[in-house]
């Protein structure tokens, strides 16, 4: 074994294969033995690919070229097909916004006005497409429409709510569905509407996923208990709170699509549930039962698909890639559809630990990662470098799925910790609340106390700490850059620097958001981290997509004057055919061979 200092291991896993090797794999759909699901392949340049593996295992891309399945409703699009038997495929065209059948030929079947379409559902007598519309205006409107699958006009269906989701016709016509309004954001608020009435939800509690019982109740997922539990509700509100229990059945909604769980053919469900990271599980609704379903994954992206009794999801391990999975609940084999890479050079990949720490409002969540390389040892006396890692969202968390990226930077003896402050979703709404008002406050101090941790419990050199996050994550980065001196070095990916730049250039999903996150706008300026940078400001990276509606490239460019004028060291990157998280093999190679030359300049070390 190799003695040399943390950062100068040398690694096999390099930038270029982490940018690669990565196919990303969404929203699986199951009909009978075939399997259909959304793909971006290294190759592609970001675009989003329809897949399908039929009976025979074969499996072919199924839009032809031109097209591309990804919807823009809300910004952050979702699940942008819907595979039809007998019929074809009906998928959202990213260039134009259309919706169009493919079957011998891709036919339009929406009009050429720029209007957005999400959040498929089939209709009950099977000839339209009920969906989410989305259309420019100011404010935007959004309706639920039904789109008829011979062509022909688009009907309104629903207009009742600023915003709108989970369409869900019962079998005798019925239309159920959630919405909510501005300002608040769906897990904040939102109703669940059956026809022209509300049934429950509300200020205060949220509601998402309705799946119809009967042709008089329904299911439906409640924060209500202060955890987002199923319910049984019928149509004149009447609710029975179905397992009881201090976990999650569901995520926030950020992208629309994706269900939690589903309806079996004996009556149970199949659920997502757990604390910080969701399993696969059978639940009985008579009983409140619950028992987990075994498979080699740990924890499930919240959308599933089901026919019969065989299931589709993405699954996640900490010693498995990312994978399409196709679970056959009699007889427990789980079948890998389409893994995201291949599990190449496993053993300099590093052990996930979930821990804990306490702060001055409570406990603090988080992954730890420490250096790991078979061969190479630090030397003795020496503490490692520790980045924290934080996610975007910021309602978002971090899980111990296996991440090539991370192993990038462990296996070169960086540790990574990666942070569930308070704000994140998996812990309860309690623990998620603790971030209203307080973004910018409560995010930095959990990062502070989880990188005070690390020194008091010896695990990281004090000198040598960093902190990295993308969107609302790098938001954290930069605030905790100009208001802590913890922190020896930031990257920041299309992170907020001013919130007065974000109310007024961000898209209208979020428009609302720092009402509850902040507060009201004479704020904006002390919160911010524009206008705070100081001689005491810690060294920054800034990495930048100039195509982001989310968080546009403005943000970054107000900052870089106020860092040369103080004096801070920092570099700027900036990427032209990327939006909002990149896609193209070339910019994240980039991005990540700038971040570490980045921490080996800062922290005193030279890349192997």
């Known amino acids: 074994m190799i003695t040399a200092p943390f950062g100068e291991w040398k690694s096999p896993i390099t930038a270029a294969d982490v940018a690669s090797a990565r196919t990303m794999v969404s929203y699986p759909h199951v009909i009978g033995d075939e399997v259909w699901w959304q793909e971006i392949a290294p190759s592609s340049g970001g675009r989003t690919q329809v897949m399908h593996r039929a009976a025979d295992r074969t499996v072919s891309a199924v839009l032809p070229a031109g097209y591309e399945a990804r919807t823009r409703v809300h910004e952050y699009g979702g699940k942008s097909y819907l595979p039809i038997p007998g019929v074809g495929l009906v998928f959202a065209n990213h260039q134009d916004q259309r919706l169009y ?12 006005d720029g209007g957005r379409y999400a959040d498929f559902a089939l209709s009950p007598d099977g000839t339209e497409v009920w969906c989410v519309r989305e259309v420019a205006a100011d404010p935007p409107e959004r309706s639920i429409v039904a789109v008829p699958l011979a062509g022909g006009d688009v009907r309104e269906l629903v207009n009742n709510g600023d915003f709108l989701a989970f369409p869900t016709p019962s079998p005798d016509g019925s239309l159920a569905w959630i919405c909510w309004n501005r300002p608040d954001m769906p897990w904040d608020s939102a109703e669940l509407w059956i026809d022209s009435k509300r049934v429950i939800g509300g200020r205060g509690e949220s509601v998402l996923a309705p799946i119809w019982r009967s042709a008089d109740s329904l299911y439906v997922i409640s924060d209500r208990s202060g955890w987002s539990n199923p ?14 229990a201090s976990e999650e059945f569901a995520g926030p909604l950020w992208a629309l699509g994706g269900r939690p769980y589903d309806l079996l053919p004996d009556g149970r469900l199949v659920v997502l549930h757990g604390r910080g990271e969701l399993r696969l599980g059978i639940l009985d609704p008579d009983t409140g039962s619950m028992t987990d379903v075994p498979t080699p994954y740990t924890s499930f992206a919240a959308a599933l698909s089901v026919d019969g009794y065989v299931v589709t999801s993405v699954g996640y391990s900490p010693d498995l890639p990312a994978a399409v999975v196709r679970v056959d609940l009699i007889s427990g084999h789980c079948d890998v559809v389409r893994a995201e890479a291949e599990l190449v050079h496993a053993s300099y990949f590093p052990s996930a630990s ?39 969202g910021p309602t978002d968390h971090a899980t111990s799925a296996l991440d090539a990226g991370k192993a990038y930077f462990t296996s070169r003896g960086i540790g990574v910790l990666d942070l569930n402050y308070g704000g994140s979703s ?20 959990d990062a502070v106390t989880a990188a005070r941790a690390l020194v008091a419990d010896g695990r990281a050199d004090s000198a040598r700490l960093g902190i990295k996050g993308g969107s609302a994550g790098g938001w954290t980065v930069l605030v905790a850059a100009t208001r802590s001196t913890v922190f020896s070095a930031g990257v920041s990916y299309f992170g907020v620097s001013d919130l007065q730049l974000l109310v007024e250039q961000t898209h209208d999903f979020e428009a609302g958001c720092l009402d509850s996150l902040v507060g009201p706008p004479s704020l904006y300026r002390e919160r911010s981290p524009l206008g705070h940078v100081t001689s005491e400001t810690c060294p920054l990276l800034l990495l930048q997509g100039l195509l982001d509606p989310v968080v546009p490239p403005s943000q970054a460019v107000a900052l870089l004057g106020e860092l040369a004028e103080h004096g801070v ?18 910019s994240i190679r980039a991005s990540l061979e700038a971040e570490l030359a980045f921490y080996g300049r800062v922290f005193g070390f030279s890349p192997g």
């Open 231 to 244: 319910y049984e509700v019928d149509r004149s509100g009447t609710v029975r709170h179905i397992h009881p």
């Open 569 to 586: 060291e920092h570099a700027y990157l900036a990427f032209a055919k990327e939006s909002h998280g990149f896609r193209r093999p070339e």
């Open 426 to 445: 998996g812990y309860g709404r309690a623990y998620r609340d603790r971030l209203l008002g307080n973004w910018g406050i409560t995010d930095v101090a």
């Open 101 to 112: 059948l493919l079957a011998d030929d891709c036919v339009p079947l929406t009009p050429d």
């Open 354 to 392: 979930p821990v804990e720490f306490t702060g001055e409002d409570g406990v603090v969540h988080g992954f730890l990662y420490p250096p790991s390389n078979p061969d190479f040892r630090a030397p003795d006396g020496e503490l490692p470098p520790y980045v924290l890692w934080i996610h975007g």
